[in-house]
Each structure stands twice: as C-alpha cells, then as structure tokens.
T-cell receptor
Framework: DTGVSQDPRHKITKRGQNVTFRCDPI?????LYWYRQTLGQGPEFLTY????????KSRLLSDRFSAERPKGSFSTLEIQRTEQGDSAMYLC????????????FGPGTRLTVL | GDSVTQMEGPVTLSEEAFLTINCTYT??????LFWYVQYPGEGLQLLLK?????DKGSNKGFEATYRKETTSFHLEKGSVQVSDSAVYFC???????????FGSGTQLTVLP
C-alpha cells in the first residue's frame, strides 16, 4: 500500500466527452504529482502541487487538461473534449520517504477513449 | 533537458541467471537516480535509489551504483527468480524534486 488511492481505476469514454479523475493520499503530503503513461513507455510528468498551489505544468498539459488540489489534500485531473490520443494510464504520486525526491505512486486510472 | 535511456527489451532469462539492465542518463547538476518496478497488474513501486556519486542502492537482491563518470545506473541481480518478471524503469529526479524523468522501461521475463 503506497498510501495513494485513485478513482476510478478504469474509465471508458467516447471522444469529445469530459472526464475527471481523483487522487486521494491517505495522509497529508505537501507534494502531489500527476503523470501519464502510454503503452510501452515510461511515465511522463504532467504537473505537480505544493499543498494547494500548482507550481509546474508540462507542455504535455494542453488547454484541455486542468488539475486542482483545492484543500491541499486530494487532487482532481480533468480532461475536456477527450481525444483518442488521451488514452493512457494516469498516475498520481506523492512525495514521501526519507529524501526530498522519493515519490510513491498510486495504482493509476486507465483511460480509454473510443 | 533531462533524459534517461534504458536498454531495449524484452529480456528473457532462465531462473538463477545473472541480470543486467543498462541505464544511462543526461542531466544538469547532480540528480538522484531510481529504479522502479511494475509487476503485472500492479502499480509502480520504488525498487531502489541512489542520491550521490558512488552510492549503491540495493533492495530484494537488486543493486545499482551511481556512476557519475559514465552517467550510468545499471541494475543488476545475481540470481533472478520467476517472481522478478516485471517491467523495470530507470528514473532521475532533479535536485528541486519537481519531477521524475523516466526511461521507456525494460520488460523482464524469467522462465523456470
């Protein structure tokens, strides 16, 4: 148990629909990260939060993507007007462990856009 | 920008064979280096890490040494088991810990 839950675990949607994913750390962690992993590739950084502040966004995060962490605890990632290219595993991670840069990942949400 | 290059897979070994998965990196400064493992149907798990040159990370019989002179962090295990079958990812983190940069992963299959 990494201390991070994600919901839903799987999402199938039609092209053009909006989807929202949720990430829930079990306990308070000041840093929370979102990554995207496509089939056969390593995860790619999307964005991260320090408490409720979104501090960095990847160029992969187009205008159709938005992420929030309203109270510095759980986070949501919304994709508007989904495209087939958005099909991927969306991973949430928290900073934890003994050093500043250890990250622990949730199980992910697998998105399939038809 | 930062990047990580892993040896291409898939890698297939017999049980008790020696494993090496190569990983090299490009980064400014002195990143921290990691190996993550993804077992079938499970999420990414941190396997081991090293935070400075010549550090050796180890866990579950796996080892990797941070080699600054060759910008490498090769993963090794002396005797693999069937249960080690998984995808292995090499990754680095910049010192500000803003993000992890991953390699493309290496699929390992261990046959009994």
């Amino acid at each position: 148990d990494t201390g991070v839950s994600q919901d839903p675990r799987h999402k199938i949607t039609k092209r053009g629909q909006n989807v929202t994913f949720r990430c829930d750390p079990i306990s308070e962690h000041n840093r929370l990260y979102w990554y995207r992993q496509t089939l056969g590739q390593g995860p790619e950084f999307l964005t991260y939060f320090q408490n409720e502040a979104q501090l960095e966004k990847s160029r992969l995060l187009s205008d159709r993507f938005s992420a929030e962490r309203p109270k510095g605890s759980f986070s949501t990632l919304e994709i508007q007007r989904t495209e087939q290219g958005d099909s991927a595993m969306y991973l949430c991670a928290i900073r934890a462990g003994t050093t500043i840069d250890e990250q622990f990942f949730g199980p992910g949400t697998r998105l399939t856009v038809l | 920008g930062d990047s990580v290059t892993q040896m291409e897979g898939p890698v297939t070994l017999s049980e008790e064979a020696f494993l090496t998965i190569n990983c090299t990196y490009t980064a400014t400064g002195y990143p921290s280096l990691f190996w993550y493992v993804q077992y079938p149907g499970e999420g990414l798990q941190l396997l081991l890490k090293a935070t400075k040159a010549d550090d050796k990370g180890s866990n579950k019989g796996f080892e990797a040494t941070y080699r600054k002179e060759t910008t490498s962090f090769h993963l090794e295990k002396g005797s693999v088991q069937v249960s080690d079958s998984a995808v292995y990812f090499c990754a680095l983190s910049d010192r500000a810990a803003r993000q992890l940069t991953f390699g493309s992963g290496t699929q390992l299959t261990v046959l009994p």
